[in-house]
């Protein structure tokens, strides 16, 4: 799907150009006493690429999904539509429970009900334990609550982190007939042989990679880069180094103090953000956001405050609400699978458990270290890029990287995360 | 999911380029394209390998993805001249063939891509014979991703 | 353009370890692009280490070394302040080659 440069703002946007458009042009500038309160910024134009389109593969030729799920609420809309209670279901449920069973298994379909539950002694390699173990559970419900609790659980708990498996026709009623015929076969505990298959007894992941080896990290090459770009001159003569000499002491705290709340533009900037707005008011550089040069210069700004501590400036109201904003966001139900920040990635909901082989963490001390090398994708995501996949993985339209939604989502994480040292970039799996 | 597809006119082109220098090995063209660990080894001439305790394969037991797998290869076998690894459940099982010469240990370490849980052979040449040994290494599988 | 390496290598014990990071795509063949086009087959497949000029090790790659491929090795005999080079050659023939000097 396209999305157009964001129109709101634009016009409060274009009426700022014009104060800034002489503090970004050529020689008046060179005059203009620079002060901290007023780093030149482009602010018209959207900082992500024109006609902003989701991510199509990444390196490693995964690809991302291309779905549009506009039916179902993102981070810039609520559009999923409410709850509407049980369907009244003939009793009892009759069902194929081997297809079922292929159903309740099958990755395609929104992650398999294995993601979450232990099922039985055929269940799949490397299940979850975000939900409780259904191994007995045929033994313990009735056909009518099975059914009802698969098509829409929150008919039985309003805060279910479950998907509307039925309400957000991920599952057609047929299908979930079937389900519930496989559930009701399910009588039997499991016990695993091997420790690791156990959710609940699975050995974390811990990453041991050390991120500033040169041989360990390619993220490594992209600072390199980033150093590169900003000594180097521009074909308009100009260079990030010529006005920020000595940069290992002059930006040493710089980035640790992003994102910020930014009165002209009435919205928090972070640091990639910023790259783009600057250079365009300043060298006349085109570094647009998750480009490879905005990366590589993000890298090399978050690399020179590596040990600062994370310390937004939440002095002034716009980033004070910002960050409400962000933390109101951060409970809104998202996507087709219905699933909110908070539910997998707080203590008070499903951090620290398996959502099959992948293990959940909570938000704190998961920013310090980006832009981070991704091995499994073979990219480096920037914290916006972190975003837009988690929104796609919950089946939620992502939005572009400058949107203001993400930049809130950002000052939340930078305000929990206050006191973290920043040590970019990073390295996970 | 990390796929593998042989090009052949380029692979052709890559035969050709392995012999570019005296010195480089000519590149095992039929090896690496071979479809089975049975296939591939019998390009390196091997016949019956002894599964040998001398070889330690260090990696993780869950790899937490496959796109880059750390797999590290010794052998206390004497006269070590080659190690080779072979992923055996990969669409092409033959990763890569290192020969020792000149004082270099009989010691790799590599990084390799795994499509899905599977063996990991590790082959030695010594003495002009063969050795093996091998470990599963279990690729872990994502959450909610179709 | 040759694409850009880096090497460490230390004296440990008798033998110098050496760590080796290339960057480069290790393109399999079956990747597609943001344009559905299916990336061309790009691997490196050749790399030489020599230990002060001689050979120490002939290595024969396939296309599922991991991007970005790493390479450890050790050399026993070596000393401080002894040179150590790496070279490879990719599918398309392209090279590249970086040395270091082993640090005590």
Known sequence: MRYRVQTAGISLALALTTLVSFSAGGADREKMPRTKQAAPLELARSAAPVLWQRQKVDSQGSSWPQTDWAAFSTLAAVSTPPANGAISMSVPVEGDAAKGRQLAFDRTRGGSCVACHVMGKDTPPQPGNVGPDLSTVGAKRSDDWLFNYVYDPRTYNANSIMPPWGAHRLFNVAEIRDVVAFLKTLKTAHSFNDPQENPDTRTPPKETRDNLDPTENPALFSLDRGRDLFARTSAGGKSCAACHANPENSLKTWAARMPRFEARLNRVLGVEEFITRHARATTGDEFPMQGADNIALSIYLHNLANGETIQPDLTNAGARKAAASGRALMQRKLGQLNMACIDCHTRERQAFKWARGQYLVESRGTIAHFPTWRTSRGDIWDIRKRFQWCNVSVRANDLPPDAKEYGDIEMALAELNKGEKINSPGIRH | ?146 | MAEPMKIRAKMEGDAADVKVLMSHPMETGQRKNEKSELVPVHFIQSVIATHNGKTVLDIQWSQSIARNPFLGFRVKGAKAGDKVTISWTDTTGDKSSIDTTVAA
């Open chain 2, 1 to 146: 999911m990390v796929k593998f597809l042989m090009a052949s006119s380029a692979l052709a082109a890559a035969g050709l380029l392995g012999m570019r220098s005296a010195i480089a090995a000519v590149w095992n063209k039929t090896g690496f394209e071979s479809k089975t660990t049975a296939e591939a080894l019998k390009t390196l001439g091997v016949s019956g390998a002894t599964v040998s305790r001398e070889i330690q394969i260090t990696a993780p037991e869950i790899a937490e993805n496959g796109a880059q797998v750390p797999v590290t290869v010794t052998s206390k076998i004497p006269n070590t001249q080659s190690i080779s690894i072979v992923v055996d459940k990969n669409p092409f099982p033959l990763s890569c063939t290192f020969e020792f010469s000149n004082g270099a240990e009989s010691y790799i370490s590599t990084r390799l891509k795994m499509g899905q849980t599977s063996n990991v052979i590790a082959l030695i040449k010594a003495d002009g014979k063969f050795f093996t040994a091998a470990k599963e290494i279990k690729v872990t599988i994502g959450g909610c991703g179709g």
